[in-house]
Every structure is written in structure tokens, then in C-alpha cells.
């Protein structure tokens, strides 16, 4: 049985759909951001694959197809974006403000953290891609040095917990407007922070958008710049 379905090319896109799927209809039912629908996917995906012994090479040779579909997904945000085009030209010194700071205080904070838990210069660029989405994430890390593994981990935490908690923390630092909501979500936890943003509003999600193209750029050439220092 093992062999069987290990086997078959489509077992780990049907497993990932399906997880997803269970994922979406516990969110709904319970209506709580703790349920995220991606974090369900991942446990329930690492269950079937411990319980049936299936490796992640047999897994991810369906798998692959739904990776496959990240970079035009991440392409197709610009939708929300164009339709907000005049918001972006009314508010560009703030956008642009914004989103450098946020990737800026990124930077900052992974260098305070990992001075603090003395860790290497390949820790240390592993984790500078942490709020970029993974397409652009994992080429930054392989290229400084870092270990491509752990920042796509890092990567899908930050968007877990930034899809299941930007909301309360706008509440919290009293965010009201939907073109700072959008911005600080997108700059800080990519695609799926932006998924969240789009259910917040059509600004929040057009002004996430455009922070995932602008900070991952952003943080491509500012990487190189800053590896050295650890």
C-alpha cells in the first residue's frame, strides 16, 4: 500500500488539496485565527505521511505541481493593485516610507536576535528573507549562503502568525487606515498576510499586494549589504 501510493505522481497534490480543503472548513466552523487553514494543511499533511511511512521525495512528487502554481498566484495580486492605482500615486511617499522601514526594522530585529542567541552568519542569513514571499525568499538565501530549508520554515511561520494575527494587532497600535493596514501586512508577512488583508478590504489587500513585490525586492539588495555583519 505504501509503495502504491508513494508512488503515484498525483498522491501529494490530491493530499495537499485535500488538507487544505479540511483546513478551510475548520476555519469556517470554528471562525477562530488560531485555525488557519495553511497551518491545518501542514499538520495534517505531516500526520499522513508519519502514520503511512510515505517519504517527502514520493510526497513531493505531486506536491510540486501546487509549488509550481506560488509564482503566478504572487503574480496575479497585481489585480487588486491596479484597480487602486490612484491611491498608490495619492499616498507614494507614504508607501515608500513605509515599506522601508518595515523591511529595514526586519533586518534590525533578526540581527539584535541572533546577537542575542549567538548564532552564526548562516543562521543570520537564513532568516533575513523571513517576511519575503518564499519564491523570492529561497533564491536570497541560497545565494548569501544560507540554509534554503530553514527560510522557507521561517518564511510559512511568519505568514501563519502574520495571517492570524494582523488584524489584532492593528487593533492594538490603533491602525485604522487601510493604506498603513495594507502595508504593514504585506511588508511584514508576504502572500499570506495579503490573503488576510483582502478580507480586511480591497485597499488593505492592494496595498499588501504591492508590499510583497516592493519589499522583496527591497530585501534582495539590502541582503547582500548586511550578511557581513554576522
Avoid: W
Avoid at 543562521?123 to 523571513?130: R, S, W
Amino acid at each position: 500500500m505504501k509503495e502504491i501510493v508513494g508512488g503515484s505522481i498525483y498522491f501529494g497534490f490530491f493530499l495537499t488539496i485535500g488538507a487544505y480543503y479540511i483546513g478551510l472548513r475548520v476555519k469556517e466552523r470554528l471562525n477562530l485565527g488560531i485555525f488557519n487553514p495553511l497551518l491545518i494543511a501542514i499538520l495534517l499533511v505531516m500526520g499522513v505521511l508519519v502514520v503511512t511511512g510515505i517519504g517527502y521525495e514520493d510526497y513531493q512528487q505531486g506536491g510540486r505541481f501546487v509549488s509550481d502554481l506560488l509564482t503566478p498566484a504572487t503574480v496575479c495580486l497585481a489585480i487588486p493593485l491596479y484597480k487602486q492605482l490612484h491611491l498608490l500615486k495619492k499616498h507614494g511617499l507614504a508607501v515608500a516610507v513605509g515599506i522601508t522601514s518595515g523591511v529595514m526594522t526586519s533586518a534590525v530585529c533578526i540581527f539584535v536576535f541572533c546577537k542575542l542567541f549567538r548564532l552564526g552568519h548562516e543562521h543570520y542569513v537564513t532568516l533575513l528573507p523571513k517576511s519575503i514571499t518564499t519564491a523570492i525568499g529561497m533564491g536570497v538565501s541560497e545565494e548569501a549562503g544560507g540554509i534554503v530549508t530553514l527560510t522557507v520554515i521561517s518564511i510559512v511561520i511568519t505568514g501563519i502568525v502574520g495571517n492570524m494575527c494582523a488584524e489584532m494587532l492593528c487593533r492594538l497600535a490603533k491602525i485604522i487606515h487601510p493604506v498603513a493596514k495594507g502595508l504593514a501586512i504585506g511588508t511584514s508577512a508576504h502572500a499570506l498576510g495579503t490573503a488576510k488583508a483582502l478580507e480586511l478590504g480591497e485597499i488593505e489587500g492592494a496595498m499588501s499586494s504591492l508590499s510583497i513585490a516592493v519589499a522583496g525586492l527591497m530585501t534582495v539588495i539590502v541582503v547582500p549589504l548586511v550578511s557581513g555583519l554576522i
